[in-house]
């Protein structure tokens, strides 16, 4: 086996935002909630709470890419360690999905207004956010590190039956059930 002589990068890393993060799960949800009922062109207002504006700059970016259907290209450095010179290197991903897999929602416009707390939506989601929270943390024992995205797990919240969400629930919540579970989740 050949030893490789290119080093890349440094142990130092960015690690990857929680707003961020957040935010694509989100949007992502609502572009699949408008896909499921074939709303074919829309505009989307989002309201928030007041965030600095390079946050909201990196939603609208985020948001963006998320249905763009562009090639990915990462362009990165390295050292030769051996010849004592700089390397530069490229990785380009681009997918390819079937028809039938094609998001056909259209955004006319995306809107991103962070409001202030008198704001009465702004209030109801946190009050929505709240009583979740507390219906999560008060789940039994057996119950309590299992998946969060599922009708079953809020079943018992008082609003349940105007939760707005997906008709078809599919088998599960593959990015916030899974990629961000809980460390003490049982492994599926």
């Known amino acids: ?10 142990p ?9 993060e957040l ?5 992502g949800h609502l572009i699949a909630f408008l896909e499921e009922r074939e709303r074919k062109e829309v505009d989307i207002e989002i309201r928030i709470d007041q965030i600095d504006n390079p946050i909201v700059e990196d939603f609208e970016a985020i948001a963006k890419k998320l249905l763009s259907q562009d090639p990915v290209v990462h362009k990165t450095t390295g050292w030769n360690t051996v010849t004592e010179t700089k390397v ?47 219906l999560f943390k008060n789940r039994q024992d057996v119950d309590r590190y299992s998946d969060l995205n599922t009708p079953e797990a809020v079943a018992t919240h008082p609003l349940a039956k105007y939760l707005d969400t997906f008709n078809d629930w599919g088998v599960g919540d593959i990015v916030g059930d899974r990629l961000y579970s809980h460390p003490k989740a049982p492994k599926i």
Not at 23 to 27: A, M, W
């Open 88 to 134: 530069d290197g490229e990785i380009k991903v681009e997918l390819k999905l079937p028809q039938h897999m094609h998001i056909e929602t259209v955004i006319r416009s995306l809107s991103i207004k962070p409001v202030g707390e008198e704001d009465g939506f702004v209030l109801a989601a946190d009050v929505l956010a709240n009583s979740l929270n507390h």
């Open 1 to 10: 086996m050949k030893k490789c002589h290119i080093k890349c990068g440094s």
């Open 12 to 20: 130092r890393t960015n690690p990857a935002s929680m707003h961020i």
């Open 23 to 27: 935010f694509c799960g989100l949007y």
